[in-house]
């Protein structure tokens, strides 16, 4: 693997911000514009580069109110967050996620840009006229093959319900992308294939790399098919033009001029120079990197409602941000769980 990318630079020294839109800002520059909030750890998937062999699951109590959510959610907005992800566990299964979604619309006024969602679309049949008229703006779909055996083998469900739930959101308007985490020797031997379906679709897809970020012990570097690996696989299929990277974490390729293909390229190429996200557990607890061994507990303040303490931790927390996995290079040591922290 390409271990040659440049660490960041020396940490400068914090600014005095008083632009609202460039509040959160780390030592090394970074302004976060992206936030993704985990609303629930539960999970009908049981996808093995996210979830632990016995997952147990958070107690209702324990995970925050779409209430917290939202007197959070108005912070973020506030110090120059533009764009929410709301992610799991499967968000889908969590009630109320609709209203949620509704209320979350009317930030807009104030600086939010899109709401978007990432599922794993097997109840997205049901809900997905309800999801777009609440003002959804955009799904990112997980969808690591299109073949029932290979689907099935890797998520343990059928592949059906998801695809009627792809189809659903097509039908009602929703802007989708594919997520397709490669692993060797599972779904390796179908880029082509899959990439040939997205196309035919025209529903951009993306790759990801397997990462090391849960049961690090089970993963393995030569199970991970790297960005260039993928790339010549498709070379003989596509003409294929490499694209400017901006700071979407996926390198974007044009494929026949005309189609737009995604590389997630975290093990080869780190990219934590162009970080703009946060993460919010369902919990609570602020991460400021998807490799951070602990995250910053904030659901006391909000349940005090102690909005200047609040503040004033969020953006230590994120001042205070670690360069990333291009410095250090190996899975975290924690006990939150990928499925927990939404990915």
């Known amino acids: ?39 629930t750890d539960r999970c009908n998937f049981r996808c093995s580069y996210c979830m632990p062999d016995k997952p147990e699951w958070l107690a209702k109590k324990d995970i925050l109110s779409f209430e917290e959510l939202l007197k959070f959610c108005e912070i973020m907005v506030h110090l120059g967050i533009q764009h929410i992800r709301l992610t799991g566990g499967e ?41 777009q008229q609440a003002g959804l703006d955009d799904l990112n779909i997980s969808l690591d093959s299109i073949h ?24 009602v308007g929703i802007p989708i992308k594919l997520n397709c985490v490669l692993v060797a020797g599972k ?32 993963w393995q570097p030569e ?7 993928i790339i010549q696989k498709l070379t003989a299929h596509f003409q294929i033009k490499k694209q400017q990277r901006q700071h979407d974490p996926a390198t974007i390729y044009r494929l026949n001029n005309d189609y737009k293909l995604g590389i997630i390229s975290t093990i080869s190429k780190p990219f934590c120079q162009t970080c703009d996200r946060l993460r919010l557990t369902a919990t609570g607890e602020l991460f400021t990197c998807l490799f951070a061994n602990a995250g910053t507990p904030l659901r006391d303040l909000l349940q005090k409602n102690d909005l200047s303490s609040l503040t004033t931790t969020i953006m230590d927390a994120v001042w205070h941000k670690k360069a990333g996995f291009i410095a250090h290079q190996q899975a975290p040591i924690r006990k939150i769980s990928m499925h927990a922290i939404g990915g």
């Open 223 to 229: 199970k991970v098919i790297i960005e260039d690996q």
């Open 187 to 218: 779904n390796d031997h179908e880029i082509v294939e899959l990439t040939q379906w997205a196309y035919e679709q025209n529903i951009e897809l993306r790759f990801i790399e397997y990462m090391p970020l849960d049961q690090p012990l089970h």
């Open 91 to 131: 968000p889908l299964m969590r009630q109320g996620v609709v209203n949620f979604i509704h209320d979350l619309n009317r930030f807009k006024a104030h600086g939010l840009q899109r709401i978007s969602m990432t599922s794993n679309a097997f109840y997205l049949k049901k809900y997905a006229h309800a999801l």
């Open 148 to 171: 029932p055996d290979t689907f099935k083998s890797m998520t343990k469900r059928p592949l059906e319900p998801v695809l009627q739930g792809i189809a659903e959101a097509l039908h």
């Open 1 to 39: 693997m390409d271990g040659s990318t440049k660490t960041l630079a020396t940490p400068v020294k914090m600014p005095l911000v008083t632009n609202a839109s460039t509040q959160l800002v780390d030592q090394f520059g970074r302004h976060k514009h992206k936030l993704r909030i985990s609303l």
